[in-house]
């Protein structure tokens, strides 16, 4: 099954965010930092969060990013390329993530890794990978003069300064290797990285998506652990935005109804009586693009779309929706045990489904 739609502009309300912790730009580091802070000086603040690897599926960066979408300037922080080392893996910044970052307004600066220290479990392998802090400090204060929008700022900086950037890269790893004795990956894959990208946005966006379109493919083929579907039906779903930009995600459940699809984002647990707040908060930000999609069409047949966020627990009993009456809700509640805090993040999480226009269920394994 193939899924396609459009988005044209996004309008969320964010009601989960968590509260962020406040760090003078005198102080900051990002390399001490908490994952997503607000760093002030005496006329603004900036909501900034980072990424541990350039790819979107490691470490939960999306919840990381949704915790700043209620800030007026949100930051974000990727590396451009991670190389763990030759017997680990390399990952490399990819188009469709800088498309969804300017989709969302937030800036990206496009860092790079200057220090590490040597993996002691394992031989030819990195840790502790540190980004140089002092780039980083001027590319804040550079976006605080930066009055356009974040999509301005992210396409001039990937035309001006990305090359630029994955010399630095270079020229620190090759440092690094040098400096501990652990092999790294061949220089030559940051070279190609380097030429394929050249200096126009088209070609990064062609070489990238050509990467994300196989990494798709695979995952069609491939039911996570963390996933209990109840159909096991997975279809690829290509989102093409204003910008060009186009995002291949694969739903991990569909249900068609009438002229309706439901896109279907499952996030599973088998020892708590709810998954993750990272994975439910990477479940959220695909709500968010879900929910504002338009022209949908399943297999070239134009359809209406529903988002749902499905939450399933291997502890639960009984199953509730965002729109179950206040009676049986109050009852799934009580049956499971939960405490007050999921309580209130359950009614937090119910009443964003309804802000939003999307679903949420949440239940046992059927």
């Given amino acids: 099954m193939d899924i396609k739609g459009k988005i044209t502009g996004i309008k969320y309300k964010v009601l989960t ?3 962020l912790k406040t760090v003078d730009i005198k102080d900051f580091n990002i390399n001490e930092s908490p994952a997503f802070c607000l760093v002030k000086n005496e006329v603004n603040s900036f909501a900034i969060s980072k990424w541990v690897s350039p790819k979107r599926t490691r470490s939960f960066p999306y919840k990381r990013v949704y915790n700043t979408l209620n800030s007026l300037k949100k ?4 590396p451009i390329v991670k190389d763990e080392g030759s017997e680990g893996d390399r990952d490399f910044l990819q188009w469709d993530t800088v498309s969804l970052m300017s989709l969302l307004d937030v800036f990206v600066i496009f860092a790079y890794y200057e220090k590490a220290e040597i993996n002691s479990r394992f031989e030819n392998k990195i840790t502790n990978q540190q980004f140089n802090n002092e780039y980083i400090v001027s590319k804040i204060k550079e976006i605080e003069q930066y009055h356009s929008s974040a999509l301005h700022w992210n396409l001039n900086e990937l035309k001006t300064n990305l090359h630029n950037i994955i010399d630095k890269a270079k020229t620190c790893y090759s440092e690094i290797e040098n400096n501990l004795g652990v092999k790294l990956h061949n220089f030559l ?3 190609n990285f380097k030429e394929k990208i050249g200096k126009e946005v088209d070609t990064f966006m062609q070489f990238s998506r050509e990467k994300a379109e196989k990494a798709q493919t695979r995952e069609m083929l491939t039911t996570q652990p963390k996933e209990s579907l109840s159909t096991l039906t997975k279809a690829k779903i290509t989102i093409t935005n204003y910008l060009g930009g186009q995002y291949f995600f694969t739903v991990d459940e569909i249900l068609i109804a009438k002229d309706t699809v439901y896109l279907i984002e499952s996030k599973h647990s088998a020892n708590s009586i709810l998954p993750s707040i990272g994975d439910i908060k990477d479940g959220l930000l695909k709500m968010i ?7 949908v069409k399943v297999d070239e047949k134009k359809m209406k779309s529903k988002a749902v966020l499905k939450l399933t627990s291997s502890q639960l009993t009984r199953e509730i929706t965002s729109k179950s009456s206040n009676k049986n809700m109050s009852l799934f509640l009580l049956s499971n045990d939960f405490s007050q805090e999921q309580i209130l ?13 999307f679903e949420v269920r949440i239940g046992g394994v059927k």
């Fill in 17 to 19: 965010s968590e509260t």
């Fill in 75 to 78: 930051i974000t922080v990727i």
């Fill in 289 to 295: 693009l879900y929910s504002n999609l338009c022209e």
């Fill in 345 to 357: 993040f359950i009614d937090n999480l119910t009443e964003e489904a309804e802000e939003n226009g």
């Fill in 189 to 191: 894959g940051l070279d």
